[in-house]
Nanobody
Framework: ELQLVESGGGLVQAGGSLRLSCAAS????????IGWFRQAPGKEREGISC????????YYADSVKGRFTISSDNAKNTVYLQMSSLKPEDTAVYYC??????????????????????WGQGTQVTVSS
């Protein structure tokens, strides 16, 4: 069955870095679109990045642009989110999600929850001051 599993979260000081992983199983990883979302307490779930096998064009929210980098390793069925220059406001549960049966990030809705069909369980990222 299709499954996504996040890992790599933890506690880091402001200015530090973490790399999150999203491991996929149950579908051909040469045909995918995977996004990263985050949700802080009391806030809406926010789409922050997306990458797909159609062109590997990255999408980023303004809040993370220039600090976060999304990438993929098809041989490992894994998408990564490298997070640098972390700020306390980056503290959230981070989720990866997949658009099932398509291989492109939705060009005008890549950061919208309804665009995605499959979700991981989330991993906590805490950034201290």
């Amino acid at each position: 069955e299709l499954q996504l599993v996040e890992s790599g979260g933890g506690l880091v000081q402001a200015g530090g870095s973490l790399r999150l992983s999203c491991a996929a199983s149950g579908f051909t990883f040469d045909d995918y679109a995977i996004g990263w979302f985050r949700q802080a307490p009391g806030k809406e779930r926010e789409g922050i990045s997306c990458i797909s096998s159609s062109d590997y064009k990255p999408y980023y929210a303004d809040s993370v642009k220039g600090r976060f980098t999304i990438s993929s390793d098809n041989a490992k069925n894994t998408v990564y989110l490298q997070m640098s220059s972390l700020k306390p406001e980056d503290t959230a549960v981070y989720y990866c999600a997949s658009v099932v049966a398509v291989s492109a990030c939705p060009s005008t809705a890549w950061n919208m929850i309804p665009s995605y069909d499959l979700w991981g369980q989330g991993t906590q990222v805490t950034v201290s001051s």
